[in-house]
Each structure stands twice: as structure tokens, then as C-alpha cells.
């Protein structure tokens, strides 16, 4: 099984590095990666630590000023990105491993185990998961792992459909016969001959959802219903328009975080759009 993952995997990455699309991207969402794990030794300060005055405006001592108790901004920015990615790709896993094991079970059994699969990818895929999000919310004490298990739950039905009509067409194909009369189970099958063959696909849609939660997160943070534990752009966002940055025109607390999310979300979104650009790889 784990050959066969590996040669997905071997082709997928193939597929980034020819590409410059996807070289752009991979090189920005690989750059956020490495400011989240490198945050507690490039930061300045910690993201909680009263190092300045009131409403600082940026100095050298703070590259993008103080917030209205004297918290440096920048650290925080940098801090703050752990929790995005935290969300992102918390919630892009859940939502990827559902989205394939329906969409495999359903399109390579068929009949009327993947007909009732497939009915329960309809309910699901009709759900609103951000009016969802704000209900639970509402009710439920503030967790960052309940936001990123809700939005995980309540995104995978497009993956589902996709990969159950990828496996539709993978599972006609002579080489799936040939595994089958060598003896190997359905699982063997699903996971050593099909799913490699549908790696890139699988990746595409990871990133969206990926995409798609730090959104749906930060959205969630900016109207004030998310976790003030996990320090996110999104928490940022909330906490300086709800103490007055922008009517005191501070760009320098506000901006900065919206345009982290933005370019979060070109990288992945190039990333994703040039491996399809290049078409499903194969093995």
C-alpha cells in the first residue's frame, strides 16, 4: 500500500515542480509555513507582552506599531499564523479523509451501499457551514478544535462526489481486473491501485478546503464568535476593528493580517489550480 502511495505522491510533486504556477505557490504557502514554525525565534517579542505605548505607530523598535495596550503587532502577525494554519489544514485533513473514503466506498461498491452514500453526501453538501458554525458557536464554549471538527464534518461532501466519479471510471479500467483476479481484497484495491491514481486530484481539493476553512474561521473570528485562545488573523482582524483601528486609521494593525489571509489563500489556490491545470497525473 504504501508503495503505491509513494508513487502517487512522487507524481503529484512532479506535477508542482513543472509548473510555474505551482512552483509560486508552493514557494508563498511553504514561506507561511515556515514563519509559523519559526515564530518563537523571529519574533520580537511575545504576542502577549506589553512592549510599548498605546496605539504605537511603527518604529523600528515595532516594524508595525502597538495595538491599544502595547502589544507588538508584528509579533502577533507572525504568532497569529500558526493558529490560521492550525485551522487550515486541521480542517483540510478532516475534510479530505472523509471526502475520500465516501467517495471510494461509493464508487467502487455501487449499487445501494453507494447510492445511500451518495443521498448522504446530498444532505450534507446543502448544509450553510458558516450559519452552522454561528449556531454551535453560540452555545458552545469557544474551541478552535470544535471549529476546525465542524467545518471538517460539514465540507467534504465536493470531495466525495469527485473522487466517487474518478473511482467510477478507475475501477473499469484492465489493471484494476488484473489486481482483483491476483487475489487482492477491495481495500487492497481501493487503496494500493486506485486511490494513487487519484492523488493529484485528491490534492487539488485538499487545498480548496484548506482554503475554504481559513475563511470560514476568520469570518467566524471577525463577527466575534471565535476562540480568543487561538491566536489567529482572524482574531486579529476582530480585535482591531473592535478597538478602533480603523476609525484611528491604523492600517498598520488591520492590514496586515487581512492581507496574510489573502495571501494564504493565493498560494494554495495556485498550488491547486496549477496541478489541474496540468490534468489528473497517473501512475
Same mark, same amino acid.
Given at each position: 500500500m504504501l508503495g503505491g502511495l509513494a508513487t502517487g505522491l512522487k507524481a503529484v510533486w512532479k506535477a508542482v515542480t513543472r509548473s510555474?504556477?505551482?512552483?509560486? %505557490?508552493?514557494? /508563498?504557502?511553504?514561506?507561511?509555513?515556515a514563519i509559523a514554525i519559526l515564530a518563537p525565534i523571529i519574533a520580537p517579542y511575545p504576542p502577549t507582552a506589553i512592549t510599548g505605548p498605546s496605539y504605537g505607530s511603527p518604529s523600528l523598535k515595532h516594524l508595525l506599531g502597538t495595538d491599544d495596550i502595547g502589544e507588538d503587532v508584528f509579533s502577533q502577525l507572525l504568532w497569529?499564523?500558526?493558529?490560521? &494554519? +492550525? /485551522?487550515?489544514? !486541521?480542517?483540510?485533513?478532516?475534510?479530505? @479523509? &472523509? !471526502?475520500?473514503?465516501? !467517495? +471510494?466506498?461509493?464508487?467502487?461498491? %455501487? %449499487?445501494? #451501499?453507494?447510492? %445511500? @452514500?451518495?443521498? =448522504?453526501?446530498?444532505?450534507? @453538501?446543502? =448544509? #450553510?457551514? =458558516?450559519? /452552522? &458554525?454561528? /449556531?454551535?458557536?453560540?452555545?458552545? #464554549?469557544?474551541?478552535?478544535? &470544535?471549529?476546525?471538527?465542524?467545518?471538517?464534518i460539514l465540507s467534504w461532501a465536493p470531495t466525495a462526489r469527485i473522487i466517487r466519479s474518478q473511482t467510477l471510471t478507475l475501477k473499469t479500467r484492465p489493471f484494476v481486473d488484473t489486481s482483483r483476479m491476483s487475489g487482492m481484497s477491495d481495500l487492497e484495491i481501493m487503496l494500493r491501485v486506485i486511490l494513487p491514481n487519484e492523488l493529484s486530484l485528491v490534492f487539488v481539493y485538499a487545498v480548496f478546503a484548506a482554503v475554504s476553512a481559513v475563511v470560514i474561521e476568520s469570518g467566524l473570528d471577525f463577527i466575534g464568535l471565535g476562540?480568543?485562545?487561538? @491566536?489567529?488573523?482572524g482574531i486579529m482582524l476582530y480585535f482591531s476593528l473592535s478597538r478602533d483601528a480603523l476609525l484611528r486609521g491604523m492600517w498598520w494593525w488591520f492590514l496586515p493580517p487581512g492581507l496574510m489571509i489573502a495571501l494564504l489563500g493565493t498560494g494554495l489556490i495556485l498550488l491547486g489550480y496549477g496541478i489541474e491545470k496540468r490534468g489528473w497525473v497517473r501512475v
Open positions: 510555474s504556477t505551482t512552483k509560486f %505557490g508552493f514557494a /508563498v504557502t511553504a514561506s507561511i509555513v497569529a499564523s500558526r493558529g490560521s &494554519l +492550525l /485551522v487550515a489544514f !486541521g480542517a483540510g485533513m478532516i475534510t479530505t @479523509l &472523509l !471526502g475520500v473514503i465516501v !467517495g +471510494l466506498a461509493a464508487g467502487y461498491y %455501487g %449499487g445501494r #451501499p453507494g447510492e %445511500g @452514500l451518495m443521498r =448522504l453526501t446530498d444532505v450534507v @453538501l446543502v =448544509l #450553510p457551514t =458558516l450559519p /452552522v &458554525l454561528i /449556531v454551535i458557536a453560540a452555545f458552545a #464554549p469557544p474551541s478552535v478544535f &470544535l471549529v476546525i471538527a465542524v467545518i471538517g476562540s480568543i485562545s487561538n @491566536l489567529s488573523w
